[in-house]
């Protein structure tokens, strides 16, 4: 061999030992960044990502998912949904629904469990779905089964989504815009109770979503021809949430650092898209994408024959709304692009 192949050997092996040695600093790094932390997911539709059974209307049923993973698969969307970006952020897979904990390999569950189920509130609403308090029974019940250990929910991440379900309800069969504010003060008071068992079980970091500004929802700006968003809806909303951030401040305290309470504040975050939504290359801000041909059907319905009773538009991907209730895939992660350096960092370093 001469000198010249000698050195070249030389040189490729030293070229790839230092390549192995940059990938193994590059997963130790990534290790101690994220010291097993899990997430665990309570609440709605919003964080919902397969819990809701395949009869009901929605998740499970075309066109949901057709942006990912391209055919429905139990998300309120066309694509990912807020659970998944979270889980992202966390550096982390998104965790498997608490209903496939029987048929999924054990090792999903290392990233944590999504107990939350669409149409649900923490007061029971329409849907038979389980309400937070039983979501979070549900979970207590597989650490009774040393399915997860203290160690692992004190490491952990407890996510809650409470998005209006109480007060569609609440409007679906009460109606007054007069017991409004007793309404809400009834539903933080529970949403803090929720957040107080989460703190019993051991968690010492525990997030809790704000209120979206209900009154942009589609379902509300439909009385408009979705032109403008609904003050007396949003009014109601600021109200919940400034509850919720008095509440969370009180809990704060009395935790003594011992745990943390955060706030995700998806209000602002929603209300930073709509306002400036060619910042997201959002081009339809209030119209959702996929709707009923007439009120009384729904995106995703069908008639007696399977014929569709619904449009999707063209193009998800520039469009802020999926359905009557939910963002596209796209406005999560707009949402989730104004979020994430605000908020949850403060709970992670
Ligand atoms: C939650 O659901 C359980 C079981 O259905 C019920 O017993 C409980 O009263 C509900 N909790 C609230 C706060 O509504
Ligand atoms: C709704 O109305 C029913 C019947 O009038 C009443 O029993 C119930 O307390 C009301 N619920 C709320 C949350 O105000
Ligand atoms: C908001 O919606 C309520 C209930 O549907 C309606 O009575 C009210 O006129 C609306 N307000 C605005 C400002 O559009």
Redesign the pocket.
Known sequence: MDSHKQLFILLCLSLVLVLLSGLQVEASRHIKHHPSKQLFVFGDSYVDTGNTPKSKPGSWKQPYGITFPGKPAGRFSDGRVLTDFIAKYLGLRSPIPHKFRNVVPKNYFKYGMNFAYGGTG???TSTSG??V??QINSFNQLVQENVYTQSDITKSIAYVSVAGNDYNHYLATNGSIQGFPSFIASVVK?TA?NLVQLQKLGFKRIVVGALQPLGCLPQTTAQNSFKSCNSTFNDLVVLHNNLLDQSVTKLNQEANGYTTFVILDIFESFRSVLNNPSRHNIKERLKPCCFGVSSQYNCGSVDENNVKKYSVCENPESTFFWDRLHPTQAGWNAVYNELKIKSLHQILY
Do not use: A, S
Request: net charge negative; hydrophobic share 20%; no cysteine.
């Open positions: 923490v007061f029971d389980p309400n308090t039983t529970q109770t």
